[in-house]
């Protein structure tokens, strides 16, 4: 089926620095997704985006929070200054369109260690 | 995770045997999506539902708007069967943030 890769898979990093993950989404994909999901536990919208812009963010998508992707590259997620708190798997999702119109394809996820 | 409602939280099946999952809405939900997260962690799209049921191989889901509800059957289950499985409904201002359940937990045991 169609794939979502996401780059690194894993990220060890000090509380207080800046990380980026990265998501390449399905090819003709339009719409493009983060969720956090912690320890196993239930998997948390964070942010949708399309046309280059953010459509919704929930409460967990903090001001460090931010997310682009320039010139149809990487979708990025980046979080600065990072927090303890950020520690868990980050998944990229993309689908072909909005509302119940289309199935969302999740990456591998990308483990963030703050410590 | 109040707004999709999964049982069981956790379920445990010998293998060969058969079992369903369900998913209850509190919202207004057109459209359902199931996963499996498998023990590594990935996200195995299973079902993507409008009203109606859908088969494919040992699996069968049904969804049902009127009532606000979703079934996952799992006939002769194995082993590689055990993760855990998602439901998702599409909810949001924009309609189009994907809204999960916090899973059922499968062990399937030999």
């Known amino acids: 089926g169609p794939k979502v890769l996401q780059i690194p898979s894993h990220q060890i990093i000090d509380m207080g620095q800046m990380v980026t993950l990265n998501c390449d989404p399905v090819s003709n994909h339009l719409y493009f997704y983060w969720y956090k999901q912690i320890l196993g536990q239930q998997m948390e919208f964070l942010v949708n985006?399309?046309?280059?812009?953010?459509?919704?963010k929930s409460k967990l998508f903090k001001d460090q929070f931010s997310v682009e992707r320039p010139d149809g590259s990487y979708f990025t997620l980046k979080i600065q200054p990072t927090a303890l708190e950020d520690s868990a798997v980050y998944f990229c999702?993309?689908?072909?369109?909005?509302?119940?119109?289309?199935?969302?394809?999740f990456g591998e996820g990308s483990r963030l260690i703050v410590v | 995770g109040d707004k999709v409602k999964q049982s069981p939280s956790a379920l445990s099946l010998q293998e060969g045997t058969n079992s369903a999952l369900r998913c209850n809405f509190s919202i207004a939900a057109t459209t359902v999506q199931w996963f499996l997260q498998n023990p590594r962690g990935s996200l195995i799209n299973l079902f993507y539902l409008v009203p109606g049921t859908k088969e494919n191989g040992r699996l069968k889901s049904a969804f049902d708007s009127k009532e606000s509800y979703s079934t996952l059957h799992i006939r002769d289950a194995q082993l590689e069967d055990s993760g855990t499985y998602f439901c998702a409904v599409f909810y949001g201002s924009s309609g189009n943030k994907l809204i999960f359940g916090i899973g059922t937990l499968l062990s399937v045991k030999p």
């Open positions: 985006f399309y046309n280059g812009k953010v459509m919704e």
């Open positions: 999702a993309s689908s072909l369109g909005r509302r119940s119109g289309n199935t969302l394809y």
